[in-house]
């Protein structure tokens, strides 16, 4: 049973922006953390960015810092992940995830993680 749900993802040229949104009911305050990441065709499943929900501590992958923010509404119960200047390197299928971060204190693991999403497209062309 999918229990977080992304939106937002789309196509957009090379400096745009766009905004991600996993609804994420109860996990926004009740998981240590909530992570966004990404996957290619081919590739391993990457971490692109975390907020650990109780301080409000956020940590980037190197490969985004200074573009990409992650936030949280509680009252909403949805987390963000703000996208900008973007570049064709970004194009994945975005995902969010809960219930990681655990004793290992590893956020960019995927298999700590025991909540996911479905996904959703972000394409960017040059």
């Known amino acids: 049973q999918v229990q977080l749900v992304e939106s937002g993802g789309g196509s957009v040229q090379a400096g745009g922006s766009l905004r991600l949104s996993c609804t994420a009911p109860k996990y926004t305050y009740m998981s240590n953390c909530v992570g966004w990441f990404r996957q290619v065709p081919g590739k391993e499943r990457e971490g692109v960015a975390v907020?650990?929900?109780?301080?409000?501590?956020?940590v980037y992958a190197d490969s985004v810092k200074g573009r990409l923010t992650i936030s949280k509404d509680n009252a909403k119960e949805v987390v963000y992940l703000q996208m900008n200047s973007l570049k064709p390197e970004d194009t994945a299928i975005y995902y969010c995830a809960a219930e990681g971060c655990g004793a290992r204190g590893v956020w960019d693991d995927p298999g700590e993680y025991k909540v996911w999403g479905q996904g959703t497209q972000v394409t960017v062309s040059s």
């Open positions: 907020i650990f929900t109780g301080v409000g501590m956020t």
